[in-house]
């Protein structure tokens, strides 16, 4: 199991070394049989289907850690003893997968040029990583610049970043002891890795609370296609989100709201959704049955502490506030799994065809406006109207506001979801939500080489799509399968107990 695993991540990176997006320069290129098949479109197809088996090795050896961790190899297992296990398969299948480059995405070069901005004193509040190249130069392919620069998607290129303070500083620190790209991707997807371990550090502490199975949370979250994918080999700046996220839950509880609010104002830091876990923080610093007004204050209390954080952070690493100004930058684009975007565009297409005479994108604003509104509305009727002092409400405060962002983002990605397992997983699940929740998180992470770079790419959609569908059956539908998953989203944890309402901290 563990070693299906680690050859999976094994056949993801080098699959990925042909697929991904490489600065011109680096000397892997220079690797011939490399070269050769980058250069050809077989082989890039072929290291596409390597990508995607690799993928499917990793999703099946976590389906059988899930069993495991579940019932034992003999109908019993030891919950500390399964959290040792998941935590050790989620270092072995990762090990492989920190020495790549960015996969499925070209967001790991832009934060290796924004750190680098950064280091020689140039906002990546004001600036894009285009300022890094000579003023005379084409951010094409076929065209050799800086080495910095040289994988940056184009799209990217002069725009400023929407990320918070963190991921920036850490990422000029890394700038400050070198310049090769590579090395810079490997330091931020370590930064990512702390996102990580915090996850594994508080989804047994969150299980704790519900009397969930600690072992299967853990692999829920840790493990998943959806994590390895998105997470470790995407390279996304949403896990040192989320690990914060849980975190700062945890420590609520742990040390006092006070310090949870905090280290939800250095969430916010690494991308302002991450503020969102201010709900929890206050539902679950309430005693039970709080009146309206009590709410209101420490709602208050609570975005204070976390707001003065984040410009706290912006001020000591000498960053600013800058970021706020470049919050609109990710609606610049519109993506296929943003409702809000589509109902939005269906409208707008319907104006253009009865002559309406409007704006040729003004309902997809309109609509994406509205649906953030919703989504800040859900947290706010959680935290006003919902259930206080319970740490079970808190979890599921956090679950339901953040699905309602994700859902109703004006832009979502497959990393978006992210955000969902760690308050997801860790709660008591019926069966078919379980199922659903393991079936989506497996589903995410194969689908992820088909991300928008692939745009005009016949043959490898084509082939992609195959693949998943092949696997997908495989790994969910056939007779072991469904056994497997059967004993995964049976119930897992001994007889409810009674949720321990939180004392309110001061």
């Known amino acids: 199991?563990?070693?299906?695993?680690?050859?999976?991540?094994?056949?993801?990176?080098?699959?990925?070394?042909?697929?991904?997006?490489?600065p011109a320069s680096t000397p892997v290129l220079n690797i011939g049989p490399l070269d050769v098949l980058r250069g050809l479109e077989v082989g890039r197809m072929a290291g596409l289907v390597v990508v995607l088996a690799g993928l499917g090795l990793l999703a099946h050896a976590w389906l059988r850690l899930c069993r495991t961790v579940a019932v034992g190899d003999r109908d019993?297992?030891?919950?500390?003893?399964?959290?040792?296990?998941?935590?050790?398969?989620?270092?072995?299948?990762?090990?492989?997968?920190v020495l790549a480059p960015p996969l499925f995405s070209r967001d790991g070069w832009s934060y290796a040029a924004q750190g680098m901005l950064a280091r020689v004193g140039l906002s990546p509040y004001d600036w894009g990583p285009g300022a890094l190249a000579p003023a005379d130069f084409i951010p094409w392919p076929w065209i050799t610049?800086?080495?910095?620069?040289?994988?940056?998607?184009?799209?990217?290129?002069?725009?400023?970043?929407?990320y918070g303070p963190?991921?920036?500083?850490?990422?000029?620190?890394?700038?400050?002891?070198?310049?090769?790209?590579?090395?810079?991707?490997?330091?931020?997807?370590?930064?990512?890795?702390?996102?990580?371990?915090?996850?594994?550090?508080?989804?047994?502490?969150?299980?704790?609370?519900?009397?969930?199975?600690?072992?299967?949370?853990?692999?829920?979250?840790?493990?998943?296609?959806?994590?390895?994918?998105?997470?470790?080999?995407?390279?996304?700046?949403?896990?040192?989100?989320?690990?914060?996220?849980?975190?700062?839950?945890v420590?609520?509880?742990?040390?006092?709201?006070?310090?949870?609010?905090?280290?939800a104002g250095v969430a916010a830091g690494v991308k302002v959704?991450?503020?969102?876990?201010?709900?929890?923080?206050?539902?679950?610093?309430?005693?039970?049955?709080?009146?309206?007004?009590?709410?209101?204050?420490?709602?208050?209390?609570?975005?204070?502490?976390?707001?003065?954080?984040?410009v706290g952070l912006g001020l000591v690493t000498g960053l600013g506030a800058g970021w706020v100004r470049a919050l609109t930058v990710p609606g610049e684009v519109n993506t296929p799994l943003s409702a809000t975007t589509l109902v939005g565009g269906v409208l707008d297409w319907g104006a253009l065809h009865l002559g309406l005479g409007t704006d040729p994108a003004m309902f997809r604003d309109l609509v994406r406006a509205v649906g953030l509104l919703v989504a800040l509305g859900v947290g706010a009727w959680l935290v006003l109207r919902g259930q206080t002092g319970s740490r079970t409400a808190a979890l599921s405060a956090v679950a339901f506001t953040t699905?309602?962002?994700?859902?109703?983002?004006?832009?979502?990605?497959?990393?978006?979801?992210?955000m969902l397992p760690p308050f997801l997983a860790t709660q008591r699940l019926p069966r078919h939500a379980m199922g659903a929740l393991v079936a989506v998180s497996l589903l995410l992470g194969l689908v992820a080489p088909l991300d928008s770079s692939l745009h005009g790419a016949y043959y490898a959609i084509v082939i992609g799509a195959m693949t998943v569908a092949l696997l997908m059956p495989v790994l969910l539908l056939t007779r072991v399968a469904r056994e497997r998953l059967a004993s995964i989203v049976a119930p897992l944890a001994p007889a409810d107990r009674p949720d321990q309402p939180a004392a309110s901290a001061g």
């Open 1 to 22: 199991m563990i070693t299906r695993g680690l050859l999976g991540g094994v056949l993801v990176l080098l699959g990925g070394l042909v697929t991904a997006t490489l």
């Open 76 to 97: 019993t297992v030891d919950p500390a003893e399964g959290v040792a296990l998941v935590r050790f398969a989620t270092a072995a299948w990762c090990a492989p997968l």
């Open 145 to 162: 610049g800086p080495p910095i620069v040289q994988a940056v998607d184009p799209l990217w290129w002069d725009t400023a970043t929407p």
């Open 166 to 249: 963190v991921p920036v500083f850490f990422g000029a620190l890394a700038a400050d002891t070198t310049g090769n790209p590579w090395m810079l991707v490997i330091a931020h997807r370590c930064i990512a890795l702390v996102g990580l371990a915090l996850l594994a550090w508080a989804v047994p502490r969150l299980a704790g609370w519900t009397g969930a199975n600690p072992a299967v949370a853990s692999a829920l979250v840790l493990v998943s296609p959806l994590m390895m994918a998105n997470g470790v080999a995407g390279l996304h700046n949403d896990l040192l989100m989320v690990g914060l996220m849980a975190a700062a839950l």
């Open 251 to 263: 420590i609520a509880v742990e040390r006092g709201w006070v310090w949870g609010a905090m280290l």
């Open 273 to 310: 959704p991450g503020g969102l876990v201010a709900v929890g923080i206050v539902v679950v610093s309430l005693p039970a049955g709080a009146a309206l007004l009590p709410r209101v204050r420490r709602l208050g209390a609570v975005a204070a502490v976390s707001v003065g954080t984040l």
């Open 403 to 418: 699905a309602a962002f994700v859902l109703l983002s004006p832009v979502v990605h497959l990393w978006y979801f992210l």
